[in-house]
């Protein structure tokens, strides 16, 4: 019995929690399948942020629990966000699944497998004492790009989030740990990518240098034989000038930022507990757009949180038409159990989040494809990743477009390319908010 399949769920942090996963059952022995049906052990690594990642942990759960019965598997297990949350209801309730580990025991697993005989195991550890997975990663991403996680949990306590219950403190890696994991998915993968990632990014190395190292790690990533690095959940109120004048003098790191604002009218900001308003947010941006010109901008918005009067929302869009934000996500609010936006009274009907969502959607995509339109005739830098063959083209990225969330370029060539590779490519047209070009 050592045929792994695994599902990962949730995001790119979530990602690299299973990638150290597979390389300590690789370490172990184990192999591993895409195919849940040949799969003698299958592993659930689960997300609950959000009511919607619940329940579309416990369906894939309940799906891969039919190849108990219809396949080779004869333990499923498990792991990650879910069972950290809710360990005690999940015992009760999923009797198919035969483990289940918490977001601080993913590196127990091979032990936990070679004592299981049949009767159910739980683990769950402190996740405040966790040790942080540094080392070894079976990468699952395509090879010539990967998520680097510089720090785990969160110390921003908003009120709408359940992270800091789930994943414990903010616990930065050290330097030297984090470089010696890129040397070796550079060693091992060829990674030409790096997408930096935590709950919040610009945070790095308060709590084990006492103070901010963000740009000395990057520094040290920068000596290294990668091409772009992308920096992913800044949060806007340590998004400094001197941060942002770093961005723009360093070659290697893309000129694109994802700050996650969350809202934009200072009362709905105050009751998320951000540390910023809205006269400070526009202050940002300006400052962003002064200091480097040509940086793409990504965020995201709650909508529909407790309290968000016809006001409120009309100054988020206002406030979008206004920054034309190059790439912007919005989620409906998620009334969280546990959280203190739980408990706060004007909860916001569901129809009423949708039609806002909608609403901010269709002024947003408009922004985006105004702004694609004005790349026509330009020639950008293109990293390959796909081809799509009822286009019948090839399919990349440009340095604006991060990996798996933002836009694509449809591009032709007459010579052979090698996927990972960057290519110069001449825009002709576009397709929504995707573009389409050729190599002359």
Same mark, same amino acid.
């Given at each position: 019995?050592?045929?792994?399949?695994?599902?990962?769920?949730?995001?790119?942090?979530?990602?690299?929690?299973?990638?150290?996963?597979?390389?300590?059952?690789?370490?172990?022995?184990?192999?591993?399948?895409?195919?849940?049906?040949?799969?003698?052990?299958?592993?659930?690594?689960?997300?609950?942020?959000?009511?919607?990642?619940?329940?579309?942990?416990?369906?894939?759960?309940?799906?891969?629990?039919?190849?108990?019965?219809?396949? *080779?598997?004869?333990?499923?297990?498990?792991?990650?966000?879910?069972?950290?949350?809710?360990?005690?209801?999940?015992?009760?309730?999923?009797?198919?699944?035969?483990?289940?580990?918490?977001?601080?025991?993913?590196?127990?697993?091979? *032990? /936990?497998?070679?004592?299981?005989?049949?009767?159910?195991?739980?683990?769950?550890?402190?996740?405040?004492? &966790?040790?942080?997975?540094?080392?070894?990663?079976?990468?699952?991403?395509?090879?010539?790009?990967?998520?680097? *996680?510089?720090?785990?949990?969160?110390?921003?306590?908003?009120?709408?989030?359940?992270?800091?219950?789930?994943?414990?403190?903010?616990?930065?890696?050290?330097?030297?740990?984090?470089?010696?994991?890129?040397?070796? /998915?550079?060693?091992?993968?060829?990674?030409?990518?790096?997408?930096?990632?935590?709950?919040?990014?610009?945070?790095?190395?308060?709590?084990?240098?006492?103070?901010?190292?963000?740009?000395?790690?990057?520094?040290?990533?920068?000596?290294?034989?990668?091409?772009?690095? &992308?920096?992913?959940?800044?949060?806007?109120?340590?998004?400094?000038?001197?941060?942002?004048?770093?961005?723009?003098?360093?070659?290697?790191?893309?000129?694109?930022?994802?700050?996650?604002?969350?809202?934009?009218?200072?009362?709905? /900001?105050?009751?998320?507990? =951000?540390?910023?308003?809205?006269?400070?947010?526009?202050?940002?941006?300006?400052?962003?757009?002064?200091?480097?010109?040509?940086?793409?901008?990504?965020?995201?918005?709650?909508?529909?949180?407790?309290?968000?009067?016809?006001?409120?929302?009309?100054?988020?869009? =206002?406030?979008?038409?206004?920054?034309?934000?190059?790439?912007?996500?919005?989620?409906?609010?998620? =009334?969280?159990?546990?959280?203190?936006?739980?408990?706060?009274?004007?909860?916001?009907?569901?129809?009423?989040?949708?039609? &806002?969502?909608?609403?901010?959607?269709?002024?947003?995509?408009?922004?985006?494809?105004?702004?694609?339109?004005?790349?026509?005739?330009?020639?950008?830098?293109?990293?390959?990743?796909?081809?799509?063959?009822?286009?019948?083209?090839?399919?990349?990225?440009?340095?604006?477009?991060?990996?798996?969330?933002?836009?694509?370029?449809?591009?032709?060539?007459?010579?052979?390319?090698?996927?990972?590779?960057?290519?110069?490519?001449?825009?002709?047209?576009?397709?929504?908010?995707?573009?389409?070009?050729?190599?002359?």
């Amino acid at each position: 019995m050592n045929k792994i399949g695994i599902i990962s769920l949730g995001c790119d942090k979530n990602r690299v929690d299973t990638e150290n996963m597979l390389a300590f059952l690789q370490k172990d022995g184990y192999t591993f399948t895409g195919d849940p049906a040949d799969s003698d052990i299958i592993i659930v690594n689960t997300c609950a942020f959000i009511e919607s990642a619940k329940t579309e942990s416990i369906e894939t759960i309940l799906e891969m629990a039919e190849y108990k019965q219809n396949g *080779k598997c004869k333990c499923l297990i498990v792991s990650g966000c879910l069972p950290q949350r809710y360990m005690e209801e999940l015992k009760d309730d999923l009797t198919e699944v035969d483990i289940f580990i918490g977001t601080a025991s993913y590196k127990d697993l091979p *032990k /936990l497998l070679e004592e299981y005989t049949g009767d159910r195991i739980a683990r769950s550890n402190d996740r405040d004492k &966790r040790e942080i997975f540094d080392g070894e990663r079976v990468l699952t991403t395509p090879y010539h790009f990967a998520y680097v *996680k510089i720090a785990e949990g969160c110390n921003n306590n908003c009120t709408y989030c359940a992270i800091p219950s789930i994943r414990g403190k903010y616990t930065s890696r050290k330097i030297e740990d984090i470089v010696s994991e890129v040397e070796g /998915l550079i060693r091992n993968y060829g990674v030409k990518e790096l997408n930096i990632v935590a709950q919040d990014i610009t945070r790095y190395g308060e709590d084990i240098y006492g103070e901010i190292k963000l740009i000395e790690l990057l520094e040290e990533l920068s000596k290294l034989n990668v091409k772009w690095i &992308r920096l992913l959940y800044c949060y806007p109120e340590q998004v400094t000038d001197r941060l942002i004048e770093y961005i723009g003098s360093n070659p290697k790191i893309v000129k694109y930022i994802d700050i996650p604002m969350q809202h934009a009218a200072s009362p709905v /900001l105050k009751r998320m507990n =951000r540390r910023i308003n809205n006269e400070q947010l526009v202050s940002l941006i300006a400052r962003i757009r002064a200091i480097v010109p040509e940086m793409a901008i990504r965020t995201t918005f709650i909508v529909g949180f407790p309290g968000e009067t016809e006001d409120d929302f009309n100054t988020l869009a =206002r406030f979008i038409e206004e920054s034309k934000f190059d790439k912007c996500g919005f989620f409906a609010y998620s =009334r969280e159990d546990g959280t203190p936006a739980y408990k706060l009274p004007d909860q916001i009907d569901e129809q009423v989040k949708t039609d &806002r969502v909608a609403a901010l959607y269709a002024i947003q995509e408009k922004i985006m494809a105004d702004k694609c339109e004005l790349m026509i005739g330009k020639c950008v830098e293109v990293m390959y990743e796909d081809v799509d063959y009822d286009r019948q083209c090839f399919i990349g990225r440009t340095k604006t477009d991060a990996p798996e969330i933002d836009g694509v370029v449809y591009f032709t060539s007459n010579q052979p390319l090698d996927i990972g590779e960057i290519y110069l490519v001449n825009i002709t047209n576009t397709d929504g908010v995707d573009l389409i070009g050729e190599i002359s």
